[in-house]
């Protein structure tokens, strides 16, 4: 075998990461004073009815890595979806997301989940959701004495995620470093998934 | 009724299952392919690898300092001008008839050593089983290993006929980059297929102790290091499968496989360090069996290998796979 290819170093890369992040969190700082101006204020005093849906478009920058006996799906990359604010606290969402890694493959994501409502700490809106996810493309896939046929059907996880720095207001929104993890189901082997997602942000549409 | 329900769903599951099985090995004379197997000498590939190690103790190193002041020092310990003289003696011993391909590039000059059993009824149709002849110090596994192999896979096929062309190559340079191999695949006429190429790359070292395997990055290896790895890609897959099912009929080897995305990425350049690679590049199906080299040889590309290292089970499993690998693709034995 030949020696191994030297790798580039990754300097520029955090670098470029860094500056990004530090954009993120101004413009998050910015929503959260917009959102404690009193115009801000008097908009988010408005009643909501209990049945009241919102419907938000949302951008996001998503990592995963999918990992079980079975395969590996691993990548960084963009993608995008939409979430229905339900009674201002549940949340319904599904994305789509394009990820560059070992080899490109597609996200598709739905969650149910639940945010703090703005009652509470205003425009810091935290939320929790538990995501359905499935990844599809390339994938490295394992082949062993019990398992003489590569994965060939979409690798399909379950788990949840934390948007621990997710900020609403005037129908926008941001949350930086979501986290999740879930159970890689390639049954009867269950293996592990790590997502995580640098910056989101969305728009209220209705 | 829900007994005969039962009944009539495992009767189904079974048929189907048998249907599947039987599809990916269609038309194996499976029988056959094992008296092929038997055939296989490890006695023979230690006798060949040892003539190759003496070829590559003896050789003049590698003009490393024609390639500048920055040269990879380990170049400097590469030899490759007596090794392919050997590869083309033992197969003349055998009674073949190989043939060098050769190119010339100053210090990067190459010589492949190829050999054709021609195909009696698809000769246009190649099926390619290599490995590469150059090598750090004396290269007992890296690759006297592989290079031992193909010769005897030479000696036994030959004894046959097949419908397509069986070409063993064995590349030079693979080393510095796959030299060898990428100007071979340049050279390949638009008249023929490649149905697949097998490159055999360092297949006969192995550890039986918990924590000896090491993965790359995003790969789930077992612990134990005493296990050949495949490692193909999604154009590949079906010989893949086809390969596991006939190591798993015959009971060959340990085998483990990886199936890599068609796509390179930065993440899968472990995938690529062979001479399987410039195949893939060139959009031909191939395969890669190895031992894993460095997640598993702690004297991998170091003086300190030598042939008493060798498990000669994971040796000749390996061999005995390819050999029946390639008769099947090729359509025979006959």
Redesign the interface.
């Known amino acids: 075998m030949s020696p191994c290819l030297p790798r580039r170093g990754s300097g520029t890369g955090r670098c470029g990461l860094g500056r990004l992040a530090r954009a993120a969190l101004a413009g998050a700082v910015l929503l959260s004073s917009t959102a404690s101006s009193p115009a801000a204020a008097g908009e988010s005093d408005e009643p909501t009815t209990a049945s009241s849906h919102s419907l938000a478009i949302y951008g996001r920058s998503p990592g995963a890595l999918f990992r079980s006996a079975a395969r590996t799906a691993a990548g960084v990359g963009g993608g995008a979806g939409a979430r229905d604010t339900v009674w201002g606290w549940l949340l319904l969402q599904a994305d789509l997301a394009y990820l560059v890694g070992l080899g490109n493959f597609g996200e598709a994501r739905l969650g149910v989940g639940a945010q703090l409502p703005d009652s509470v700490a205003g425009s810091y809106q935290p939320a929790a959701t538990g995501l359905l996810s499935l990844y599809f493309g390339d994938q490295l896939r394992f082949m062993s004495t019990d398992r003489p046929t590569p994965a060939s059907d979409p690798a399909v996880a379950v788990g949840g995620q934390l948007e621990l720095l997710r900020f609403v207001a005037q129908g926008q929104h941001v949350s930086l470093l979501a986290v999740g993890v879930g159970a890689a189901l390639d049954l009867p082997d269950v293996g592990w998934l790590v997502q995580a997602s640098l910056i989101e942000v969305g728009l209220t549409v209705f | 009724m829900i007994t005969r329900a039962r009944w009539l769903l495992l009767f189904l599951a079974v048929a189907t299952g048998l249907g599947c099985a039987d599809d990916v090995l269609a038309g194996a004379d499976l029988a056959a392919l094992g008296r092929l197997a038997a055939e296989v000498s490890i006695d023979r590939m230690v006798e060949d690898d040892v003539a190759l190690m003496g070829a590559h103790e003896g050789d003049q190193s590698f003009p490393c300092g024609e390639l500048g002041p920055n040269a990879w020092t ?1 170049s400097c310990s590469l030899t490759n001008q007596a090794s392919w003289r050997v590869v083309e003696q033992r197969l003349r011993d055998a009674g073949l008839e190989p043939r060098l391909h050769r190119t010339e590039d100053g210090a990067l000059s190459t010589v492949n050593v190829l050999c054709d059993l021609p195909g009696v009824e698809r000769p246009d149709e190649v099926v390619l089983v290599g490995a590469h002849h150059d090598a750090f110090y004396s290269g007992v596994d ?1 690759n006297g290993s592989g290079t031992a192999a193909v010769i005897e896979l030479g000696r036994v096929l030959s004894r046959y006929r097949f419908a397509r062309t069986i070409r063993l190559a064995v590349f030079d340079l ?2 510095l ?2 030299i060898g191999s990428a100007r071979y695949v340049d050279s390949i006429p638009p008249s023929e297929t490649i149905v697949i190429a097998v490159a055999l ?2 297949i006969a070292y192995a550890r039986h102790e918990p924590g000896s395997q090491q993965s790359p990055f ?3 290896l ?1 612990d134990v290091g005493d296990f050949i790895g ?1 490692i193909t890609n ?1 154009d590949t ?1 079906d010989r ?2 086809e390969m ?2 006939l190591n ?1 009929r015959l009971e060959l080897v ?10 390179p ?6 995938l ?3 001479d399987h690679a410039p195949f893939w590049l060139a959009g031909m199906p191939a395969m890669l069996l ?1 031992d894993t ?2 997640f598993r040889n702690p004297y991998y ?1 170091t003086p300190s290998e030598w042939l008493g290292m060798m498990d000669l089970g994971l040796w000749g499993g390996t061999a005995r796979l390819a050999a029946v690998a390639v008769a099947f693709w090729a359509r025979g034995p006959r």
């Open positions: 380990l890296d693979e080393e980059g796959l790359d360092a995003g790969f789930a077992p495949m999604d897959t893949a499968t596991f099912a798993q340990r085998l483990e496989g990886a199936v890599g995305p068609s796509t990425s930065a993440l899968t350049l472990d690529l360090r062979a190895t080299g460095n590309h």
